[in-house]
């Protein structure tokens, strides 16, 4: 079942029963690594002075519902500098398949004792804080198994968050080998609908903006990244959020000209 930001409800899922007697642990994973067969290496490249995922994982820093973040990158080698750069930096680290994504992210929250789980991809350094937090409250004030922003896209592009319950994502890793859904963590929930509650945020009026593409996937969102930050970061600082970049492309449409060809990554 799929609801537009409803009331609470009480929910029981086949697979488990979740009664929210205090208030859960909530983490929020970050899925990285540095063989993107698109853009390799872009989760080092520089904007602003500052690697790519760096900008990830502060900007989740600034999220007030968060306990805790957690990096959940591969043990390939070439992810060592990934790995080394986020613990240099004080954030927790996880290691694990590279191409079951699903299995890394459950032994990360494994790791973590996490309740709720917040998914969230590398590849989105303008990811904003704000609706982080929209969405993981959405989830504590509702009896739901999801919440998601960008299933079905009203944000721009690159501000996506899936928050749902930790055993319902190990439910899922014990249950199912689809290799497309051991490689897109949050799939499963999308495609096998009926036996979730499923709450999509939409954006408010002033934020609506699908077409809007702020996530990292080629050079040519590279340079859109690298030229916002360019002219938002002097004015605001680095923490700028959607609304900010939202008002700067409606007065500087030709901006969103930079990446308009690029197709969209494999939706959830």
Known sequence: MVTWLSGKRTRYNSHFVFMRTDIPRVIASVEARMTSSRLPGKMLMDVGGKPVIIH?????????????????????????????????????VFRGSEDDVLQRVVDAHNEMNSQ?????CGDCPLI????????VQTYLDNSCDVVAV????SYPQGTEVQVFLFSAILDIAKRIDDPAVREHVSLYFYENQEEYEIIHLEAPDELRAPDIRLQLDYEEDLY??????????????EYFGVHEIVDLLATKPELMEINSHCEERLPR
Not at 66 to 89: C, E, G, K, R, W
Not at 150 to 153: A, C, D, K, P
Not at 224 to 237: A, F, S, T, W
């Open 224 to 237: 859109l990244i690298r030229e916002i930050y360019n002219v938002l970061e002097p004015k605001y600082g």
């Open 150 to 153: 960008g299933n079905r896209q």
């Open 128 to 135: 904003d804080a704000s609706i982080v937090d929209r969405a």
């Open 116 to 120: 709720v789980v917040v998914e969230i």
């Open 56 to 92: 990830v994982l502060d900007r989740l820093k600034r999220a007030n519902t968060l306990d805790d973040i957690i990096l959940a990158t591969t043990t390939n080698p070439t992810d060592d500098v990934l790995a080394s750069l986020a613990h240099d930096l004080g954030y927790r």
